[in-house]
């Protein structure tokens, strides 16, 4: 490997570890500030200038067309109504159970809904490591809603929808790929500014929150920092490092996300609810540690063949 090469991974890595610690802040930030509008605003107005921000980048660096020929794929339509229904849900569950648990909860349903709808649409079938995995999130998962006070089943329910959302959104996002032989961020181009459109009538209609400028700061950082350049800075990372690799650096989310409802939000976690997030995390890295090696060998073979 050259040294433009370990150059270029390196800044890859540290693309998806910022694009994580944005991520990660969404909830916490809404939560810390007391915001006073609803999750559905607030899901809506992430989804709305995230999506502005990233159709304006793909479209100045591949070109609008490019947008507009995955505009007709009914499939990116679906992508778009499943990214505004994840943040929407996202923030429901969050803002009912609590960031840490809200978070966790939907990243580690997330990859086990993927690898389901995967082998159902052919882009791969479950695998006795993804079992083992999955009974480890069921696991870790059933530590951490067993101790915790909260007993919000809107909250976990909805935390359940935004892993399935999450799961249809990349599982799509990735088939749609590799289709057309694009990159992944012009996929994003299109999907998010379809959101756009479709979040601007409830934006509309749930903005009586704009009175102040503390509020208005807080919704251009959500759109514009944590989705339109986190997913700029994530899509940089898929396009240098392997899946599994992005995978596995992607575990900083919800590490960060519980971190920062303990110790800012003051949110509740004992000693088995830290062994539950524990458990969660071990599942999504024996998921991403797997798909790593999994890569590695593939492209062995190939270079050997």
């Given at each position: 490997m050259?040294s433009?090469s370990?150059r ?9 570890l ?5 991520f ?5 930030s809404?939560a810390?500030l ?5 999750s559905?605003?607030v899901?809506a107005?992430?989804?709305f200038?995230?999506?502005i921000g990233l159709a ?9 067309a ?12 679906l ?7 994840y943040?929407i ?7 009912r ?11 580690a ?7 389901l709808?995967?082998w ?5 079938k ?6 083992v995995?999955?009974?480890?999130g069921?696991?870790?998962l ?6 915790t ?6 909250g976990?329910f909805?935390v ?15 088939r749609?790929a590799?289709?057309?032989n694009i990159?992944g961020a012009?996929?994003?181009?299109a999907v998010?500014g379809?959101g756009?459109?479709l ?7 749930t903005?009586a929150w704009?009175?102040?400028g503390?509020?208005v700061g ?18 940089n990372g898929l396009?240098?490092?392997?899946p599994g690799?992005?995978?596995t650096?992607?575990?900083?989310e919800?590490v960060l996300?519980?971190?920062l409802g ?14 539950g997030?524990?458990t969660?995390i ?6 991403g ?10 492209q062995?073979e190939?270079t050997?063949?």
């Open positions: 050259t433009t370990v270029g991974n390196r800044l890859a890595v540290a693309s998806v910022l694009a994580c610690v944005l990660s802040t969404s909830a916490t809404r810390y007391d915001f006073p509008g609803t559905i605003s899901g107005w992430r989804v200038l995230g999506g304006t980048f793909v479209g100045i660096k591949y070109g609008f490019s947008i507009f020929r995955l505009v007709r794929e009914p499939t990116v339509w992508m778009a109504v499943a990214v505004l229904a943040q849900s996202f923030f429901i569950g969050a803002a159970i609590g960031v840490a648990m809200g978070t966790l909860g939907a990243l349903t997330a990859p086990f809904f993927a690898c709808l995967g159902i649409v052919g882009t791969g479950p695998t006795k490591v993804w079992i995995s999955t009974l480890l069921v696991i870790g059933a530590l951490i809603t067993g101790v006070e909260v007993r919000d089943n809107l976990f909805a359940f929808i935004s892993g399935v959302m999450y799961a249809v959104f990349t599982v799509f996002g990735v749609i590799r289709t057309h990159p012009q996929v994003l181009g998010f379809i756009a459109v979040s601007l009538p409830i934006v509309l209609m903005s704009i009175n102040s503390v509020y807080f919704v251009l950082y959500i759109g514009l920092a944590t989705t339109a350049l986190g997913y700029i800075l994530f899509g396009t240098h490092l392997s690799t992005v995978s650096l992607t575990l900083a919800p996300a519980t971190v303990v110790f800012i939000l003051s949110e509740p976690m004992n000693l088995l609810g830290w062994v997030c524990a969660i071990s599942a999504l890295a024996l998921l540690i797997v798909e790593t090696g999994s890569k590695s060998k593939n062995l190939q050997n063949a």
